[in-house]
């Protein structure tokens, strides 16, 4: 029998296969955003990488329904069983703040369980793909809510398109740049980094101590060699639909 994980974002599709201990095993990702045909291209080349069959397929999606409906049925041909996770108020000790929890993206929610199954103790949490997401969890799994901002890849894509002038890549980051590549890089990861520095210096006075600083995603390196404090988690996302996943393998 044979389990696999799926986290389906807006820019790339991150699979891994996970044992019945719950250990996540080697981690591929294909880049969806650019193909032509996205759908066909992302299923093409998931195929590349999963077996012919397998016995369940757990997916976490923030794509759009019809790319999720694609991998879906790329999946039903492969394996008997599909379970989708959902944000749930409370899971496993996390408790999240938002009133309505289908509000929440499930990527969000799954990153904060796979903190809180850490047992590493508060923490603010960082999304860095797409967007650049911002979550509070004490320690007890109590969320205090988050902030949602464009990623600095995103800052570069939409000024891109609105300037085609500006190149949507590469430059350096400085503190006070002295051409125009290396500012543009400078300033949107400096928003970026400039939005997480005030999340935790808020955070830090509203828990009366210093939380942890996570961050995953894919844009999530270049902003933690800004950042001492930072822990990188780069596979977050699956770290919490494994847990997820775990109850349903209990049953």
């Not at 294909?30 to 997916?59: C, I, M």
């Not at 400039?194 to 006075?205: M, Q, T």
Request: aromatic letters at 6%; charged letters at 25%.
């Amino acid at each position: 029998m044979s389990r696999w994980l799926f986290d389906l974002g807006n820019t790339r599709l991150k699979a891994a296969p996970i044992d019945d201990d719950g250990r996540i095993g080697e981690v591929v990702a294909v880049t969806h955003w650019k193909a032509a045909d996205h759908d066909a291209g992302l299923v093409a080349g998931l195929a590349r990488h999963l077996p012919l069959r397998f016995e369940v397929g757990y997916l976490a999606s923030v794509a759009d329904p019809a790319l999720r409906g694609a991998v879906l049925q790329s999946l039903a041909s492969r394996c008997r069983r599909i379970c989708v996770a959902r944000t749930s108020r409370r899971w496993s000790g996390l408790h999240i703040a938002y009133d309505e929890p289908s509000r929440l993206g499930v990527d969000r929610f799954l990153a904060m369980l796979a903190v809180q199954a850490r047992g590493d103790g508060a923490a603010l949490v960082c999304g860095v793909g797409t967007a650049l997401t911002v979550d509070l969890v004490e320690a007890d799994g109590r969320h205090r809510g988050g902030r949602i901002a464009p990623s600095p890849t995103l800052m570069r894509e939409a000024l891109h398109h609105r300037a085609a002038q500006l190149p949507v890549a590469d430059g350096e980051y400085r503190e006070f740049a002295d051409d125009t590549i290396d500012a543009l890089a400078s300033g949107c990861e400096g928003a970026a980094l400039g939005l997480i520095e005030r999340s935790f210096a808020h955070a830090e006075v509203e828990l009366g101590s210093a939380p942890g600083l996570v961050l995953h995603g894919g844009g999530a390196a270049a902003l933690a060699a800004h950042l001492p404090r930072a822990r990188l988690a780069p596979d977050l996302v699956l770290e919490g639909l494994a847990e997820w996943a775990a109850l349903d393998w209990r049953r």
